[in-house]
């Protein structure tokens, strides 16, 4: 786009750079910005007393800064703040029939950023982080809704993770067969796999039951 | 089931126990069964070069052991021979539309499960484990196609992980919002996610077009 500045490539460091399946990395930060754009959650890995720990939480993006969002009292969010964490957001496309067991595969989009986080402390930033992760998860129902009371913003930790050091893959197209194996009788080809929205359900004690808002609605015709 | 000797109840450990939102936390063996075998993909934690680093990957199940696999050239998959892992399969049910912005959530089924894996060395086992990755991707697949031969086993790490130190965290049901906002005029409710297969597209190679097998159509079928 004419007047965008260029921003910088993915990969800057060797842990963010892709070593396996090469071809597969994609290096435009368009296409991180696409993988964090379309998944639900993460998968957070942080170092708790000395071992590995994966979280699967929201999150939400703004421009080059994920947000990250959990209680003050989870001692896995707070050992985030101590050190270097991984988030991980996955998309699978497609399962890859192939005619060779070991060439079974998925067709994915993967994001993979490195980092240390910091804690969120500025108020309006971390209202604004907040409904980040709320538009994530629910685009267009902020404003429909109550804001964060004073006692659930005190009990509430926010983070933000620089999406500088990241890493994008992506495997796409058919099964890679070897030639020898291609006049096998087996069936190769892709399974494709999708997330959709069904029909909304709304609460029980909904003031007003029936109106399901176009915010919802116009989601079941996505997918992501 | 009369004669089926009971399994032992899951989270053995301290950190395998869920600490936050017990209500969530299910103890029973199957239910941690039950979101292995509905999972497609899984992230494993691992600490590489002091840092965690996760890892999206395939697996699968039989009885109490998670297999796993990769390239005998992947560090990371290496590095998980050195100490403790941890592995989350994570499923997304709904998203859960609240009345104030702070109950907003997703239903979810979660196994998180910690220990250090092995690697699978006898031929047997490492035979069996990769039929069962296999398996769980692209069920009845594996007698259609070529084996794994002398060469693809030699470039293949394939390690157990035992299902001992494991957690299942569950939420279902409506939005838990508070009291007063019960009279908003917000829509609250749930949006169901559902990942479902699409129609299979054959490879443009295929010996035979045209006939996608019984163990491919049936999945179109169902929902995971």
């Known amino acids: 786009m004419p007047g ?5 490539k ?8 892709v070593t396996r399946y090469r071809d597969r990395a994609a290096t435009d930060r368009s296409a991180l910005d696409e993988v964090l754009d379309a998944g639900l959650i993460c998968h957070i890995g ?8 994966v979280l699967p939480t929201v999150y939400g993006r703004s421009a080059d800064t994920l947000y990250l969002h959990g209680s003050t009292g989870a001692g896995n969010l707070r050992a985030a703040l101590t050190g270097d964490i991984c988030v991980a957001v996955s998309l699978v496309d497609a399962i890859v029939y192939a ?3 070991m060439h079974f595969s998925m067709n994915y989009r993967s994001a993979v950023i490195h980092g240390r986080p910091v804690e969120v402390t500025d108020p309006e930033e971390r209202l604004r ?5 709320v538009d994530h998860s629910a685009p267009g129902a902020w404003d429909t809704v ?6 659930e913003l005190a009990a509430t930790l926010v983070l933000a993770l620089d999406l500088t050091e990241a890493s ?6 058919d099964p890679s067969d070897d030639p020898a194996d291609l006049n096998s009788d087996a069936w190769a080809g892709l399974l494709p796999v999708r997330q959709v929205f069904g029909t909304p359900i709304p609460a029980p004690d909904l ?3 029936g109106a399901v808002p176009d915010h919802v609605t116009t989601r079941i015709l996505t997918t992501r």
Chains 1, 2 share one sequence.
């Open 4 to 8: 965008t500045p260029t921003r910088p």
């Open 10 to 17: 993915l990969s800057p460091t060797p842990r963010s750079t």
């Open 46 to 53: 942080v170092t708790l007393h000395g071992a590995p720990v």
């Open 99 to 101: 005619r060779a067991a």
């Open 129 to 133: 982080a907040l409904r980040v992760i």
């Open 146 to 151: 109550r804001a964060p009371d004073k006692k």
């Open 168 to 173: 994008v893959k992506i495997r796409a197209g």
């Open 207 to 209: 003031v007003r039951p």
